[in-house]
């Protein structure tokens, strides 16, 4: 079994900052990447950021500048620093990762149970 455990969304005013945590558990073998997405109201999900093992990142344009994605390899977690929060940001943020199970010969991907993250006044 695996599973992807997350933390850290809440209500936040215009401008403010929080910080995500989505910590993988379970038989793992390996990751191989890591990334966050978010489906706000009335919209597609979106890749947000997104890792990969070695370190390369990727961004929405929406979220560049403001938004960082790092990872712990040695607690299988990845987390996304997010500062100078917009009301548009507001969305369900979804963690992802593709893992290799112990005894498996592929990756599959894992998703989160999302997290609410509302930016308002």
């Known amino acids: 079994q695996v599973q992807l455990v997350e933390s850290g969304g809440g209500l936040v005013q215009p401008g403010g900052s929080l910080r995500l945590s989505c910590a993988a558990s379970g038989s793992i073998f390996s990751i191989y990447a890591m990334g966050w997405y978010r489906q706000a109201p009335g919209k597609q999900r979106e890749l947000v950021a997104a890792i990969t093992s070695g370190g390369s990142t990727n961004y929405a344009d929406s979220v560049k500048g403001r938004f960082t994605i790092s990872r712990d390899n040695a607690k299988n977690t990845v987390y996304l620093q997010m500062n100078s929060l917009k009301p548009e940001d507001t969305a369900v943020y979804y963690c992802?990762?593709?893992?290799?199970?112990?005894?498996?010969?592929?990756?599959?991907?894992?998703w989160g149970q999302g997290t609410q993250v509302t930016v308002s006044s």
């Open positions: 992802n990762a593709d893992i290799i199970r112990v005894g498996g010969s592929y990756a599959r991907h894992y």
